[in-house]
């Protein structure tokens, strides 16, 4: 574990950097500013139980004076202790003990620094501090005469300190339903960036990186971006999607390039990332769990599994990124948080639950679950992603396990909420909530399909629409404003909600049941609640002659069947929201998709009605 550590772990090496793909070119040793320093408290780094082990984290890389100097913490434990940051002279700047998360817990402050010279940012007094020398004037890039070296592993710590900015990148209150039309929409806002022009490129600024990745792209992106600005190892696996009954494989593995100093550095690392977006996909989520290819591995269902930065696949080929987890309370169940991105660019944060966590037991469709990413380590002049054994041996990792695979699908549902909520929670509660998650859901696809009626006012014309399986996962426009995939995960959501209130009557053990309430009582009640608030919950589409039209949730419920045809972007918006035939709803309705696609659909329609995903 983090306890055997060791504090040169983070620190500098021989100047490496990749050239071509998955090949070290040493360069002659040169002077790098750490940013990033583990700290083991006494002869506690010889114990794997260390309580007291953290890591120090500063920003930018090359502070000046004058400018922002941003410092996180993270620790394994909850400890109670403040961060501070002293300048060269020993005056307090900042101080906090306001810790975020868990696990791993950190902490974070920022201040402007003054004057030239050494600062210190420190974690409980003396428990772990960090020296950060702070320059006059802009000048020194600490990453010398090139881009993306190797100066750093990863480890417990650098894991930590990547969960830490992946929970702050997303914080939001928990009541808020944020989204972003892109990913660098957020990178660029330095209040959630950490890391936020780290390098001194001005990569974050307006004319800096664009990031615009869909689902599946996201969570390579984000570890990329995390690993080019801090010098850690990175590569990726070129898989396949699975077909002919076989599931997706992993024949190629290749490592970050090198990228060019100086003025090109940053156009450089644009294109990398438009390259690494074009070269992923959602086959590389769902490899087999007991393959060493492909980029992840499954991680137990725990505590510590389920933390920010982890990956979930499911079995259709929709990827989400876990961004907080938050501990059950008397009145309310826990909570995991994820963000995804559509085909579009938008990036959301959604709520775990199982209608939008799909998990399926199929070996030809791969391995869904809960995943993190392979480390990636520098061995004999070459990079590689570490086996599976030797992740579940790494004291710093063997967190690899199958369990997530080993009790059917129910099973692997009911583990999740047990660490989520390891108490029995109230019925009513944990039926609100997801009721909450349903409409979380709706709006979602508000956003989805009114964007694709603003590309198809944009655009007149006809979308091509793929045969087959391939309306699931293709590219283009289709792709990009279709909604087979997200309706698929509506309609089973649709039936979670409708099924829940049987679900307690048939398994109470699982709740905590109100005191004299027979299980088929609680039931009527819950069926009650559910007609109350779908009829109080609403949603309003603009028609296609610009008016509002307000549905309800409980209209929404009543449409499964018309929503097993409304994923098709070449139809009016009024069929996309399931408008009756000859009603005053569907009377704006201006265009159709063509007679051989609206056939071709009524032929895959089953695919809907039956809540599944066809083979490819």
């Known amino acids: 574990m983090i306890g055997k550590a060791r504090a040169g772990d983070l620190g500098t090496r021989p100047r490496s950097g990749v050239k071509g793909i998955g090949r070290w070119r040493t360069r002659p040793p040169a002077p790098v500013t750490l940013g990033l320093l583990l700290i083991v408290a006494g002869a506690a780094a010889a114990s794997e139980s260390a309580p007291d082990a953290v890591a120090v984290l500063a920003s930018p890389a090359a502070p000046v004076a004058g400018g922002p100097l941003r410092a996180m913490a993270v620790a394994e434990r909850p400890l109670d202790v403040a961060l ?29 620094t003054r004057h030239p010279g050494t600062y210190r940012a420190c974690l409980g007094g003396t428990m772990a501090c960090e020296e950060v020398r702070v320059d006059a004037a802009a000048g020194r890039r600490p990453v010398g005469d090139g881009a993306w070296p190797i100066a750093r592993q990863w480890n417990r710590a650098s894991e930590d300190l990547y969960a830490a900015w992946i929970e702050k990148l997303f914080d939001d209150p928990l009541a808020a339903e944020p989204s972003w039309r892109s990913l660098h929409e957020v990178t660029r806002q330095p209040e959630r960036n950490f890391l936020f022009d780290h390098l001194g490129l001005g990569e974050d600024g307006e004319r800096g990186l664009r990031l615009e990745p869909d689902c599946a792209d996201l969570p390579y992106v984000l570890r990329a971006y995390f690993a080019w ?15 002919g009954g076989h599931p997706p494989s992993c024949p190629r593995w290749s490592a970050a390039p090198t990228l060019p100093a100086g003025g090109d550095e940053l156009a450089a690392a644009q294109r990398f990332f438009l390259a690494l977006e074009d070269a992923v996909q959602s086959g590389n989520g769902r490899v087999p769990a007991t393959s060493d290819g492909g980029d992840f591995y499954p991680t137990r269902l725990s505590v510590d599994g389920l933390r920010p930065g982890t990956v979930y696949a499911d079995p259709y080929g929709h990827t989400l990124l876990l961004v907080q987890r938050v501990d059950q309370t008397p009145s309310s169940p826990g909570l995991l948080l994820a ?55 790494a004291p710093d990792y063997g967190d690899y396990g199958l369990e997530q695979y080993d009790a059917g699908v129910e099973g692997f549902y009911d583990r999740v909420d047990a660490v989520l909520s390891p108490r029995p929670v109230d019925p009513e ?24 009626e603003a590309y198809v006012a944009a655009h007149p014309g006809v979308i091509a629409m793929p045969e087959g399986a391939s309306i699931f996962e293709t590219s283009g426009a289709w792709e990009d404003f279709a909604t087979p995939s997200r309706d698929l995960r509506l309609l089973i959501a649709l039936d979670v909600v409708r099924a829940f209130p049987a679900k307690v009557e048939a398994q109470p053990q699982r709740f905590a049941m109100p005191a004299g309430r027979r299980a088929a009582e609680v039931r009527a009640d819950l069926d009650d609640l559910l007609r109350a608030e779908s ?47 000859g009603s005053a709803e569907m009377a704006t309705c201006r265009r159709h ?15 809907f009605h039956e809540r599944r995903r066809p083979p490819r």
């Not at 307090?92 to 817990?105: K, V």
């Open 84 to 112: 501070t940051v002293l300048d060269p002279r020993g005056v307090l700047l900042a101080r906090t003990r306001e810790r975020h998360g868990g696990p791993p817990y950190w902490w974070e402050v920022e201040v402007t």
């Open 229 to 243: 600005k801090l010098g850690l190892p990175f590569g990726w696996s070129e898989c396949s999607r699975g077909d």
């Open 339 to 393: 963000v995804d991105a559509q085909p579009d660019g938008t990036v959301a944060r959604k709520r775990y639950w199982r209608g939008n966590f799909l998990f399926a037991l199929d070996p030809t469709l791969g391995s869904p679950g809960f995943k993190r990413f392979r480390p990636v380590v520098g061995e004999r002049g070459a990079l590689r992603p570490l086996a599976n054994r030797e992740i579940a041996a």
């Open 429 to 452: 509660r944990v039926f609100r909530a997801t009721i909450d998650a349903l409409e979380e859901q709706m709006r979602a696809r508000l956003r989805s399909v009114a964007n694709g």
């Open 535 to 581: 009829a109080a919950r609403q949603l309003t589409y603009t028609r296609s002659d610009g008016s509002p039209w307000t549905l309800t949730l409980a209209d929404l419920l009543g449409r499964a069947e018309a929503l097993e045809m409304a994923y098709n972007p070449n139809d009016c918006v009024e069929v996309r929201w399931g408008a009756a035939p």
């Open 593 to 607: 998709a063509p007679a051989e696609q609206a056939a071709r659909m009524a032929r895959y329609r089953v695919w």
